[in-house]
């Protein structure tokens, strides 16, 4: 199911839907019912228990098929009604991305190969083949395992481009998700194009102030960043922050990724007054982690360290609340602290906070990865300052 406020909203999806866009990923961007992050998957029911507008709506519906709008006391819903086969596919894809949230990449890895064996068996050039490769290669790319991420990525392009076209907004998901795993590995040059035309793609299928274009505009500033081409990369972001401003308004959650990013390439050129304020202003509009290490990064930048401690404390309380105990993203902000504790020459904190996080990270990543293995090398150099 997918669940919106007005009737127009759910003619324009549906076109969206018919014209062959993922039904689940629009779920997620727009359906208001607690459904949405699973892909509108309501799951495995009988007709007979649901209501009576939903009966109606399945009514004479074969699987596979989009049912008419069905008006709710809470909006308009359009109903997809699955296949069997759909429905383990519909199952072990949602369990992969909540695992994925969570930072569970095995798991995460099992139910996606299950999900690409359910998927094969609608046929080789399948949209929701493609969404699973996608997302397997998210699970191997978080983990840095690039050589198994690529082709993975380029197979679910490839599907895309060939079943959607190639001016496809979904195609522009998979350009930007391949251009990320170069950029991550420094092949600016194999990057830079398929930023270019996943932000073409978004221009043209939008318009040039839609908040996606923004967000294609982020990635590709932070491409430029990267290469130390501040230049370039400046009014990419400022255009994006212009863009959020105008659709969202200037105290909007949705504002401050591009505060962040403008503040952050200012942070970079050692502009310290002139990122503090946009930091500060980001920070007011919505406390997170992102944001208070951020700011903790510019106060220890300055060798404010005691305007920093209290901000990287607070990131890591929240991270805790947030995940667990034992979710990467402690082990990040137990990292980050350590490092502002061995400035500090605080050696003995420093050595207790990495050796948390390198317990958080070998059960997470296993013991030959590359961040275990930087974390090992950092309590390596504490202990070595200790004497040890």
């Known amino acids: 199911m997918i669940l919106v406020k007005t009737e127009a909203e759910a003619l324009d999806l549906r076109a969206r839907i018919q014209k062959r866009e993922s039904f689940e990923e629009l779920a997620r961007k727009y359906s208001i019912d607690s459904s949405a992050s699973a892909g509108g998957f309501l799951g495995v029911l009988n007709l007979t228990d649901l209501r009576k507008e939903f009966q109606n709506g399945l009514s004479g519906l074969h699987p596979g098929e989009i049912g008419p709008i069905v008006k709710v006391s809470e909006g308009y819903a359009l109903l997809q009604l699955l296949t069997e086969t759909e429905s383990r596919w519909q199952t072990q894809n949602d369990a992969a991305l909540r695992a994925l949230e969570q930072g569970q990449f095995r798991e995460a890895e099992v139910s ?7 998927a094969e068996h609608f046929g080789s050039l399948d949209a929701r083949l493609a969404s699973s ?11 840095k395992n690039y050589a198994a ?30 251009a990320g795993l170069y950029q991550d590995q420094k092949n600016y040059s194999a990057a830079e194009p398929l930023y270019k035309r996943a932000l073409a793609v978004k221009e043209k299928t939008l318009g040039p102030d ?8 982020i990635n590709l500033a932070a491409l430029y960043r990267d290469q130390g081409n501040t230049e370039a990369a400046e009014p990419l972001y400022k255009r ?18 591009s505060l962040i990013n403008l503040a952050g390439l200012y942070h970079d ?38 305007a920093a401690e209290p901000l990287y404390k607070r990131a890591l309380a929240i991270d805790e609340k947030t995940f667990g105990p034992d979710h990467p993203n402690v082990g990040m902000s137990l990292f980050n602290l350590a490092l502002l504790e061995e400035n500090l020459e ?17 059960k997470t990543f296993g013991p030959d990865n590359p961040i275990v293995k930087a974390t090992r090398d950092e309590l390596t150099g504490v202990l070595r300052k200790m004497g040890r």
């Open 112 to 118: 996606l190969l299950a999900a690409i064996r359910e």
């Open 269 to 306: 050129e050692e502009k310290y007054s002139a990122a503090e304020p946009l930091y500060k202003r980001a920070l007011a509009i919505q406390e997170n982690v992102t944001n208070l290490v951020s700011m903790a990064e510019l106060y220890q930048d300055q060798e404010n360290y005691a």
């Open 346 to 362: 605080n050696y003995a904190a420093a050595e207790l906070l990495l050796r948390r996080a390198l317990v958080i990270y070998e």
């Open 210 to 217: 839609n908040p996606d274009v923004g967000a294609s505009l």
């Open 149 to 178: 991420a690529e082709p993975l990525h380029k197979r679910a392009l490839a599907i895309r481009e060939k079943v959607l076209g190639p001016e496809h907004l979904d195609v522009s998901v998979s350009l930007n998700n391949l």
């Open 133 to 143: 490769l996608n997302n397997l290669a998210e699970v191997y790319h978080a983990q």
């Open 240 to 257: 994006a922050l212009a863009i959020a401003e105008k659709a969202f308004g200037p105290e909007d959650p949705n504002v401050v990724a």
